[in-house]
T-cell receptor
Framework: DAKTTQPNSMESNEEEPVHLPCNHSTISGTDYIHWYRQLPSQGPEYVIH???SNVNNRMASLAIAEDRKSSTLILHRATLRDAAVYYCILRDEWVKLVFGAGTILRVKS | GAGVSQSPSNKVTEKGKDVELRCDPI?????LYWYRQSLGQGLEFLIYFQGNSAPDKSGLPSDRFSAERTGGSVSTLTIQRTQQEDSAVYLCASSSTGTQALSYNSPLHFGNGTRLTVT
């Protein structure tokens, strides 16, 4: 499985934007970039995914570098409820998701 | 609508006993996954079911672990002769995978897991 690299932790202030980076230098042409997050004591929750173009949904935006070797998950206005572990995952035709350690996001009020 | 439901939410068992963990996926979802998460660790893939195809059991850690999915819906994960290292949160997920070709585009919906403690 192609690997991703994320910072262990990040901190943000409430109501401010948060940019969560992910490096995936060995990404292949068929790999989709998926983001999930896991709130305390809950199962992971799908956030967003994309292939080449930037993507937006009600939860977040995904900015994908032109060479696809990195991507950034953008939370436009962090709230305390966004404090979670964020996982960046590459997925191709192999159906299972392989979760790494993720980034622990702390949000300060 | 109803999400993925897992039961029990917590299970404490003695070493050596067998346990069964249940997962009710979202109605109509053809793909079902089991993962486990040990304390402070990431998610570890266990097994995957897709429709009537043979399950992918490549993640099961030992032959004490087995899973079945009856009628393409409810799934049961069974752990025989439990050991203390089996203590973890067992997570089930389902997705509306229509075909293999689209599988990477279908998000997984997770339940909140069963916390298993082996004493």
């Amino acid at each position: 499985d192609a690997k991703t690299t994320q910072p262990n932790s990040m901190e943000s202030n409430e109501e401010e934007p948060v940019h969560l980076p992910c490096n995936h230098s060995t990404i292949s042409g068929t790999d989709y970039i998926h983001w999930y997050r896991q709130l305390p004591s809950q199962g992971p929750e799908y956030v967003i995914h994309g292939l080449t173009s930037n993507v937006n949904n009600r939860m977040a935006s995904l900015a994908i570098a032109e060479d696809r070797k990195s991507s950034t998950l953008i939370l436009h206005r962090a709230t305390l409820r966004d404090a979670a572990v964020y996982y960046c995952i590459l997925r191709d035709e192999w159906v299972k998701l392989v979760f790494g350690a993720g980034t622990i996001l702390r949000v300060k009020s | 609508g109803a999400g993925v439901s897992q039961s029990p939410s917590n299970k404490v068992t003695e070493k050596g006993k067998d346990v069964e963990l249940r997962c009710d996926p979202i109605s109509g979802h053809t793909a079902l996954y089991w993962y486990r998460q040990s304390l402070g660790q990431g998610l570890e893939f266990l097994i995957y079911f897709q429709g009537n195809s043979a399950p992918d059991k490549s993640g099961l850690p030992s032959d004490r672990f087995s899973a079945e999915r009856t009628g393409g819906s409810v799934s049961t994960l069974t752990i025989q002769r439990t050991q203390q290292e089996d203590s973890a949160v067992y997570l089930c997920a389902s997705s509306s995978t229509g075909t293999q070709a689209l599988s990477y585009n279908s998000p997984l919906h997770f339940g909140n897991g069963t916390r298993l403690t082996v004493t």
